[in-house]
Nanobody
């Protein structure tokens, strides 16, 4: 089993920044790819960014150049640095771990705005 726990969500203003964290524990050696997804109210969950075991990253076009996914292999934490936030970035952000046999999800962390 793998446990994923997100943190770092909160209230932001347009143009602001926020860093989300996803702490992984358990059988993390089975994970091939870590990703962040978002789900806005009334919308389907969508991929924001992922990072593979070898460090390859990829981003949704809507966040490319503003968001950065990274990881700390010693502490087993994956980060999502979000800069130049926009109103449409308001959502629940969930951490996802992909192994050969199954997917793992965190509980999500809310990013909301002050409008």
């Amino acid at each position: 089993q793998v446990q994923l726990v997100e943190s770092g969500g909160g209230l932001v203003q347009a143009g602001g920044s926020l860093r989300l964290s996803c702490a992984a524990s358990g059988m993390i050696f089975v994970i091939n790819r870590m990703a962040w997804y978002l789900q806005a109210p009334g919308e389907q969950r969508e991929l924001v960014a992922f990072i593979t075991r070898d460090g390859t990253t990829n981003y949704a076009e809507s966040v490319r150049g503003r968001f950065t996914i990274s990881r700390d292999n010693v502490k087993n934490v994956v980060f999502l640095q979000m800069n130049s936030l926009k109103p449409e970035n308001k959502a629940v952000y969930s951490c996802h771990g992909q192994s050969l046999s199954r997917d793992y999800w965190g509980q999500g962390t809310q990013v909301t705005d002050s409008y």
